[in-house]
C-alpha cells in the first residue's frame, strides 16, 4: 500500500512540476480547434468575411488531417458540408484565464512542453480573443519560381510556387519527404503595399499545396463546387504584386520570398468566336465588355491570325481542328481572356500504312494537314468500341507521331483495386476508325496484329 500511495504522489508532483514548468512565465500552453477568421486573426489585413468552406460534394472531405469540418456521412451529407476550422493549433493562455477558455473552447488541451510556434489567446469579456501567431520560421526561401494563372479549373486565379534549389512543398500524390503536406494549417499571401490575406482548404489550399488558387466576385466561374466565403478580401488581391506567401504548419512556417508576381485585373467581359469552315478563312469574334484602357492583342497557338476591330479573324492556312483564341492586353495590367473554336474540312489528309504501322500522308497532301489530323485526334474506335483519344483518361492508342501502339491498355480503378484492360488482347484482325476535330471524315481501316 506504501508503495502505491507513493507512486502516485510521484505521479501526482510530476504533472505538478509539468504543469508548473508551462506556466511559469505566466503561460499556459495547449491544443485546440479554431475557426479559420480566430486562425488568421492578427496575420492578416482582415478576417471580418471569414466563415466556413463550404462544398458541394463530399469526395474531398478527410482529404486533410488539420481541418474540422461537419461531415458525418454520404447520406447525411449527401448535398455537400463545411470545413468549419483549423485542428490542432497551439495556443498559449494566460494562467489565470485557462478556465474561462476552456468554457469558452472545449477542444483545448493543456501540455506540458512550450510550443515552438503558437498562437496567443486571451479571455475578454467573455470573449477568445487571439493575437498574431508567433511563427517558428523553419526557412525562408529566396529562389523559387511563381507562376500566375489567371484561368484555372481550380480558381478564377491560381498560383504556382516552382521550387529550384529546395523541395519543401508537396507537389506529388504522396506526403512523404515534404515539410508543407497535407498536414499544411494555413496559407497567408502577402503583396507589395502590404495586404495580407489567408487562404482556406479546398477552396484555394490543396493537398499538392504549392498549388493556390482563388475565385473573385467579378468572374467567379470556375471551380464552382464550392461558396467562397472571403471574396471581399480575395477582391483586393486583384492589381497587386504577391512578395510572400507563408506556408503554416502547426510547429513551424515556411516563407517564400519574391520579388513582385503581377495580379492582373479581371472585369466582367466576355470573349467568343464562331466554329467556321477552314477554308473560308474568316469568322466573327465576340468580344464584350471591354475596358476603355484594355489594348487588345490577340493569338492562336498554331494558327497565324489577325483580328480587326476586335469583330472578325481571318487567317490564310487551311488547317483544320480545334484551337483557342487568346487576348491580352498588350499593357498587362488587365487578365486575359480566351475563346475555343473549332475549323472544319471535309478532306482526309491520313491513310493507314500497314508496313509502318502508323499513319501517313494522303497523296495530294502536305505533312503539315496529317499533323493536324494527329494532334486532334478524339476518338479510336477498336471493333466498335470507342476511346477517347484526348482529355482525361484519354487512352493514347495512336501516339503523337501517328504510330498504332498495340500495347496499349485502359486502367479503372485506383490504387490496390486498379484494373488494366488491353485494348488488342490477343493476334487478329482489328477494326479501326480514327476521328479527330475539325475533320468531318474519320479514317477506317483493318490491321493485323500479332500477340
Known sequence: MKKLISLILALALTASLASFAAAEDGVVYGTATLTYADFYAGNVSSTDSIDMVTSATTGKSGTFTNTVSDFVDEK?????????????????????????????????????????????????????????????????????????????????????????????IRNTREDEGFAVNSNVQGIILETESGLKVGMEHLQSIWVQPYEISWNVSVDNTHNDELIYDNIPELDKLMGEKIVKVTFINANDAYEFVFDGAYLPI??????AVDDAR???????????????????SYAVEGLEVS???????????????????????????????????????????????????????????????????????????????????????????INNIGELDTEAAVTSGKGKDATVTPIFPESGTYEIIVTATGFDMPLTFTTDIQK
Not at 474561462?100 to 480573443?129: I, R, S
Not at 477552314?278 to 487588345?296: H, Q, R
Open 76 to 168: 447525411t451529407n449527401r448535398e455537400g458540408y463545411h470545413l468549419t476550422g483549423i485542428a490542432n493549433v497551439n495556443v498559449a493562455v494566460p494562467a489565470e484565464q485557462v478556465e474561462a477558455y476552456k468554457a469558452l473552447n472545449p477542444t483545448f488541451v493543456e501540455t506540458a512542453e512550450v510550443p515552438a510556434q503558437y498562437k496567443p489567446v486571451t479571455v475578454e469579456d467573455g470573449k477568445a480573443v487571439y493575437g498574431a501567431t508567433v511563427f517558428n520560421v523553419a526557412a525562408t526561401v529566396t529562389d523559387a519560381d511563381i507562376e500566375v494563372v489567371t484561368d484555372s479549373h481550380w480558381g478564377d486565379y491560381q498560383i504556382n510556387i516552382l521550387e529550384t534549389s529546395t523541395s519543401y
Open 307 to 397: 483580328v480587326e476591330n476586335n469583330s472578325e479573324m481571318t487567317w490564310t492556312a487551311d488547317l483544320p481542328g480545334a484551337y483557342t483564341l487568346v487576348l491580352t492586353d498588350a499593357k498587362g495590367v488587365y487578365a486575359k481572356m480566351s475563346a475555343t473554336f473549332i475549323l472544319s474540312s471535309d478532306i482526309l489528309p491520313v491513310v493507314w500504312d500497314a508496313d509502318l504501322g502508323e499513319l501517313a500522308t494522303a497523296e495530294g497532301f502536305d505533312e503539315a494537314l496529317k499533323d493536324a489530323f494527329i494532334k486532334n485526334l478524339s476518338i479510336v474506335t477498336v471493333n466498335g468500341k470507342e476511346y477517347a483519344a484526348s482529355g482525361r483518361g484519354a487512352a493514347v492508342i
Open 278 to 296: 477552314s477554308a473560308d478563312g474568316k469568322t466573327s469574334v465576340i468580344v464584350t465588355g471591354l475596358v476603355d484602357d484594355y489594348v487588345p
Open 266 to 271: 479581371k472585369f466582367p467581359s466576355s470573349l
